[in-house]
């Protein structure tokens, strides 16, 4: 539950930080380079209102001065309801952030001055994204002229249309939470394994059968039991089929959005290599960019339009 620093830079101008549900991630930054970085298991899934300043501060202390105080622009569920403070999601269409929509934090310790970037909202059908928007930012502070469909996968996977600098609509997956579920706590997590392995043809294979059979996913779920007990189904061929279906039901889902063009991918990197391989077995394009890059890139943007600094 420490925090792990990885060095202490002398004069950082801000900090950047990525506060999700389970880790809290902070870089201390010159302009738009990271000189540090932290890092620490106290999400905000386990904090109450009154420790998110006294956490913070433990994980950035070293990176603190005695004078001026530092710009700390955060992203991520620490905006949401049950966070540091509220701030109120921004409705579509729009960019991806809004100025005007941040909200500042007042804190005891003087050596810190707090903006937290808000999420986006959409009315029909109604979905929510709270942390992704500042990856989208980034994206186009990297890429101005982009446009087309991002796909953010993770614990709630977000696919994304961009079009002219807005999103313009998005939908949520519950794929990777329904995998963790499946995997840790159904009578399946008896017969997969960690997954930590490159994933082998089941992965393949179950991306074409629930292709062909999306109604059957439960039975399909089912079999992969079945399989261990009576095939002799292998743990880590186990885990491949329960990725393969449940990935492959997000992208069938998704083909509407991908089946014209190339789908951008922003994650982790294993996780981004395993959405890229069903695209393109699926017969799509897929490209994956450096997920703490485009955060960075769009906590910067955050960074330069509240300083007025927009060369």
Known sequence: MGVVNDAAPAEPQWIAVDWGTTNLRAWAMVGDQPLATAKSARGMGTLSREEFE?????????????????????????????????????????????????????????LISVTIVHGLSQGDPPDVMRGEETQLAGLLALEPRFEGIVCLPGTHSKWVEIRRGRVEGFRTFLTGELFDLIARQSVLRH?????????????????????????????????????????????????????????????????????????????????????????????????????????????????????????
């Open 54 to 110: 006294p956490v913070l501060i433990e994980t950035i202390g070293p990176w603190l001065g005695r004078g001026q105080a530092l710009p700390v622009v955060a992203c991520g569920m620490v905006g949401a309801r049950q966070g540091w403070i509220e701030v109120p999601y921004v409705s579509l269409p729009s960019p991806p952030i809004d100025i005007a929509a941040m909200r500042s934090v007042e804190t005891r310790n003087r």
């Open 191 to 311: 017969v997969v394994d960690d997954g930590s392995a490159p994933a082998g043809p089941d992965f393949e294979q179950a991306l074409d059968e629930i292709a062909a059979d999306p109604a059957g996913l439960t039975g399909q779920l089912f079999s992969i039991r079945a399989g261990a007990l009576v095939a002799g189904l292998a743990p880590r061929a186990a885990n491949d089929r329960l990725s393969g279906l449940l990935i492959g039901m997000e992208v069938e889902a998704s083909r509407a959005l991908w089946a014209s063009g190339e789908v951008t991918l922003i994650g982790q990197a294993e996780l981004c290599a395993l959405y890229a391989r069903a695209i393109l077995h699926r017969g799509g394009r897929a490209r994956a960019v450096d997920a703490t890059g485009c955060t960075l890139s769009g906590l910067n943007a955050v960074r330069c339009a509240l300083c007025g600094d927009f060369a």
